[in-house]
């Protein structure tokens, strides 16, 4: 199971919207490391991610959810693999059974790839719904102290 603890940072009707903290890369390099480098330059753009929860939460408060890794495995192999599969069969198809030039075959390769990623973003729109909240923490104390790992 994937776990990651999430800030909840707006609650409407039933659908909690919850934003990840901002993890900086490694200071081991000075910020001379590609991790650095992506982390200044994208690093400031937070998405909310939206959930169904029936629970009594409020802004700030902290849940952690799980996720099962096969489903990042599966859902990987749809986003990656249907694409370049559907672009292989558009490119075969378009150069054995109609047999049209090369440009035209780019083209079906192009458009065979895009059908076939169009295909895995509604395959994958299902991962949403096997994502769980596995505890919500209390909003009056910090989250390490609930965990028990406080420094003394």
Known sequence: MIEQ???VSRVDRGTVWL????????????GKCGS???SKLFGS???ALPIECNESVQVGQKMTLALDDSKVVENALWVYL????MAFFAIFTSHLILGVSE????????????????????????????IKVIKIYPISLPLT????DCAK
């Open 5 to 7: 603890t999430l800030t």
């Open 19 to 30: 934003v990840a903290e901002e993890k900086p890369a490694c200071a081991g390099c000075n």
């Open 36 to 38: 650095q480098i992506f």
């Open 45 to 47: 753009n937070k998405k």
């Open 82 to 85: 249907l694409p370049l599969v």
């Open 103 to 130: 440009p035209w075959q780019i083209l079906s390769a192009v458009i065979g790839g895009l059908v076939g990623f169009k295909f895995a973003k509604q395959r994958t729109k299902a991962l949403r719904h096997d």
């Open 145 to 148: 102290q609930i965990d028990g």
